[in-house]
């Protein structure tokens, strides 16, 4: 699977949008981008994944850019309680093993 | 709440203890995993089950044994664990088959080893 990079941290405004980037450079075409976030000292919770085009849901939206070699986690409108690691992970299609980096932690501030 | 329930939530043991984590998932998944995550260090997958059968073993001691006897239910056998074992146990499952699925978590089993 891709490797993939982020920020080791990140600050962000309550209310505000945060928007967390990830490069994945040798990213293939038949793998998926995945977000996954832990909340200290909980299991991690899955919130998106996408192959080729944005994605959106109840929790966040997906922004891969056209040539896949990055994409970008967005939180609408952020709260205290989305302080947490989020991490993004490349993987094939199929394949089980879900290889989890440092990801970046996210401190959201009143 | 996920669909995967895992207990105990904390285990103290000793080194020459044998314990046992449990994890059950409500989800209709048939895949299961245990990962390991030690203080400060990303998450280590440990074993896969496909089906009940052990796909993946990434080079475990042995002193940690895994069963899966149903595609609802993982276990994770300890025995003589060492300090170094102390960390947070995570369980996961997931639909297998697909293109793309995703892993449900547990809430983890935080084990100190002393």
């Known amino acids: 699977d891709a490797k993939t990079t982020q920020p080791t941290s990140m600050d962000c405004a309550e209310g505000r949008a945060a928007n967390l980037p990830c490069n994945h450079s040798?990213?293939?075409?038949?793998?998926?981008v995945y977000w996954y976030r832990q909340i200290h000292s909980q299991g991690p919770q899955y919130i998106i994944h996408?192959?080729?085009n944005n994605e959106t849901n109840e929790m966040a939206s997906l922004i891969i850019t056209e040539d896949r070699k990055s994409s970008t986690l967005i939180l609408p409108h952020a709260t205290l309680r989305d302080t947490a690691v989020y991490y993004c992970i490349v993987r094939l299609g199929g394949n089980n093993d879900m290889r989890f980096g440092a990801g970046t932690r996210l401190t959201v501030k009143p | 709440e996920t669909g995967v329930t895992q207990t105990p939530r904390h285990l103290v043991m000793g080194m020459t203890n044998k314990k046992s984590l449990k994890c059950e998932q409500h989800l209709g998944h048939n895949a299961m995993y245990w990962y390991k995550q030690s203080a400060k260090k990303p998450l280590e997958l440990m074993f896969v089950?496909?089906?009940?059968?052990?796909?993946e073993n990434n080079s475990v001691p042995s002193r940690f044994s895994p069963e899966c006897p149903n595609s609802s239910h993982l276990f994770l056998h300890l025995h003589t664990l060492q300090p170094e074992d102390s960390a947070l146990y995570l369980c996961a499952s997931s639909q297998r088959g697909g293109a793309a699925y995703e892993q449900y978590f547990g809430p983890g089993t935080r084990l100190t080893v002393t």
């Open positions: 040798t990213i293939s075409g038949n793998e998926y």
């Open positions: 996408g192959l080729k």
């Open positions: 089950y496909n089906f009940k059968e052990q796909t």
